[in-house]
């Protein structure tokens, strides 16, 4: 199974060094949306939550497939922002370069920081999973 998340990772990683314009064209359709009035003009959402909302809602993906994509790109995303540390003893850690800020990846805050950072709700089925992935190292091979 792991190996299976690994090529996964690798699929959609490969698709974003590809294409840099991918978050980009995602967003723009979303925005686009959003002046058609299919949906409400005004929007909070960062390019990480449109294309997170497009991966989940993408019929032709499967759900299996849906949840690694996008613990991919949140892993993506933060490994942008900050870094991942983990002590001798095994707890992991996640360095919030712009704040300075170091959070614990097994307390309540962090989840409040991903919660607002993916835009995905604790309740979702999908957070659990992200939040695990997040929480392992990358594979190497």
Request: charged share 25%; net charge neutral; glycine share 6%.
């Amino acid at each position: 199974m792991n190996r299976d998340l690994h090529v996964a990772q690798g699929a959609v990683q490969e698709a974003v060094r590809e294409n840099p314009g991918l978050l980009e064209k995602i967003c723009g359709d979303h925005q686009a949306r959003n002046q058609s009035g299919l949906q409400p003009a005004v929007s909070i959402e960062s390019e990480l939550h449109c294309a997170i909302r497009d991966i989940m809602l993408d019929k032709q993906v499967p759900l299996f497939d849906k949840r690694r994509h996008v613990s991919v790109l949140v892993r993506t995303e933060l490994e942008r922002l900050g870094e991942f540390c983990r002590t001798q003893d095994g707890r992991l850690f996640f360095f919030q370069k712009s704040e300075r800020r170091l959070h614990d990846l097994e307390q309540k805050h962090f989840q409040h920081l991903l919660t607002q950072f993916s835009g995905l709700s604790v309740t979702e089925v999908g957070f659990r999973f992200v939040l695990e992935a997040v929480a392992k190292p990358p594979l190497t091979l």
